[in-house]
T-cell receptor, first 111, second 115 residues
Framework: AQSVTQPDIHITVSEGASLELRCNYSYGATPYLFWYVQSPGQGLQLLLKYFSGDTLVQGIKGFEAEFKRSQSSFNLRKPSVHWSDAAEYFCAGGSNYKLTFGKGTLLTVNP | DTAVSQTPKYLVTQMGNDKSIKCEQNLGHDTMYWYKQDSKKFLKIMFSYNNKELIINETVPNRFSPKSPDKAHLNLHINSLELGDSAVYFC??????????????FGSGTRLTVV
């Protein structure tokens, strides 16, 4: 079955530190992968997406993600975290009619 | 100009009641969805409609009945509410033939609390 897995439930980083959130996928064919962010009490906002081409994709808010087929991974990165990045992050795998989410990683940012 | 809007934002009701949540999108998308987010933040698809036609029904109890009067609207009616129905319900939309390129647009959610 197609699925995405986020191994880390909760990550804490200091403001200004770099960040990497992990996502592993299990898809038979070329996966279509997304990262969404959910701030407290808010809906989900699309950060970035991958469906083909360049394996390093840039998104909004200074985020990027790298697709690695050999590792079945699509990890999200940011070189310097801001306090406003504290939120829940979801990796998702999609088709035209269905988006399947990982269980999310809660990011806490310490001052 | 909210792209995907849901009403109400909060809903508190007693067990056994029937309630509805409404969703509207002004993006011109042809596909709409309902997702349920449980207390552990896990997001699971419930229904998917394409051009008013139900195309995904993910083993949801038949107390949940979606209705799509047109492709810009998708409502969710829940009968005989149970404590376990307490969750945040998200509506989303996409253009089916481009969803993989542009992703899905989500509403801000309806927090349902059953007491």
């Amino acid at each position: 079955a197609q699925s995405v897995t986020q191994p880390d439930i909760h990550i804490t980083v200091s403001e200004g530190a770099s960040l990497e959130l992990r996502c592993n996928y299990s898809y038979g064919a070329t996966p279509y992968l997304f990262w969404y962010v959910q701030s407290p009490g808010q809906g989900l906002q699309l950060l970035l997406k991958y469906f083909s081409g360049d394996t390093l994709v840039q998104g909004i808010k200074g985020f990027e993600a790298e697709f690695k087929r050999s590792q079945s991974s699509f990890n999200l990165r940011k070189p310097s975290v801001h306090w406003s990045d504290a939120a829940e992050y979801f990796c998702a795998g999609g088709s035209n009619y269905k988006l399947t989410f990982g269980k999310g990683t809660l990011l806490t940012v310490n001052p | 100009d909210t792209a995907v809007s849901q009403t109400p934002k909060y809903l508190v009701t007693q067990m056994g009641n029937d309630k509805s949540i409404k969703c509207e999108q002004n993006l011109g998308h042809d596909t709409m969805y309902w997702y349920k987010q449980d207390s552990k933040k896990f997001l699971k698809i419930m229904f998917s409609y394409n051009n008013k036609e139900l195309i995904i029904n993910e083993t949801v109890p038949n107390r949940f009945s979606p209705k799509s009067p047109d492709k810009a609207h998708l409502n969710l009616h829940i009968n005989s509410l149970e404590l376990g129905d307490s969750a945040v319900y998200f509506c989303a939309s996409s253009q089916a033939d481009r969803a993989i390129y542009y992703g899905y647009t989500f509403g801000s959610g309806t927090r349902l609390t059953v007491v």
